[in-house]
């Protein structure tokens, strides 16, 4: 049942289940627990997610007692950057989903979460060009998502305002999790169709790429934007001023 939201498979359970496999992946890779990923100057390293996409068929197929079966694989273009997919199949259901994510090194830079520096792992050599070409895209749509922020800011035709929950939104480091401004994007999401004969849940999730450009504290006001974009809902979270996260989600309607 973890597994499952209303409309089929979770996506915020699979983040987060993807999301350790990531980071115990790489653990294995650069040889040491993460809690002693340090850079050169011996500061705490954290791998943080800064992109993902999800594509999937059929998520809705997805019920209870169905088993799945996952592969994932990690690879890097260099000592700062590590992607990760993750393929889910089932043999007795049409479904399929791919999750591609990717990590950069950060430490912090002060004693907020406004502040992390990107830097690199010194002791990491690895290095492979098996996902060269996903993470040019995924950075070359990122790079876009940053330029065009403003502008779909102030085109955006739901915007509602909340403060961050320490109990639920941060994970132990103290940032806001990952996994949780998906959840952020829905309520921005679902906010274009109030009024409307919507059910409880959005339709079922087609694609979804998501970047990440920076963290909130503890009580800090988040602003969820969203306004269509021909098939395509783009989705923003901003606090104080900041662009936090951008996405372009896209779901089945039929």
């Given amino acids: 049942m973890p597994h499952l939201a209303v409309a089929g498979l979770s996506e915020t359970w699979l983040l987060k289940e993807a999301g350790h496999v990531h980071w115990q992946l790489l653990e294995q890779a650069v040889g040491c627990r993460s809690r002693h990923w340090k850079d050169a100057s011996g500061a705490r390293l954290y791998a943080s997610f800064i992109a993902y996409r999800i594509e999937v068929r059929l998520a809705d197929a997805v019920g209870e007692g169905d088993l799945l079966d996952c592969y994932s694989e990690l690879a890097a273009t260099g000592r700062n950057r590590v992607c990760s997919r993750h393929v889910l199949r089932s043999a007795s259901l049409p479904f399929e989903t791919m999750l591609t994510m990717m990590t950069s090194f950060v430490r912090r830079d002060g004693d907020t979460n406004r502040g992390f520096v990107r830097t690199s792992f010194g002791n990491s050599e690895l290095v492979d060009e098996g996902f060269s070409s996903i993470v040019d895209e995924l950075l070359g ?49 679902r906010g274009l169709h109030l009024g409307s004969q919507m059910p409880l849940a959005l339709p079922p999730l087609v694609s979804r790429s998501c970047f990440y450009f920076g963290n909130a504290d503890a009580g800090d006001e988040i602003e969820a934007a969203a306004v269509h974009r021909g098939d395509a809902v783009i989705s923003q979270i901003w606090s104080g001023g900041s662009l936090l996260c951008a996405a372009e989600t896209r779901r089945r309607h039929s």
Avoid: I, K, W
Wanted: hydrophobic letters at 35%.
């Fill in 141 to 189: 749509t990122r790079r876009q998502f940053r330029r065009d922020a403003v502008q779909v800011r102030e085109s955006a035709t739901s915007v509602s305002r909340f403060t961050t929950c320490p109990m639920e939104d941060f994970n132990h480091a103290g940032m806001v999790y990952f996994a949780t401004f998906p959840r952020y994007l829905d309520r921005a999401e």
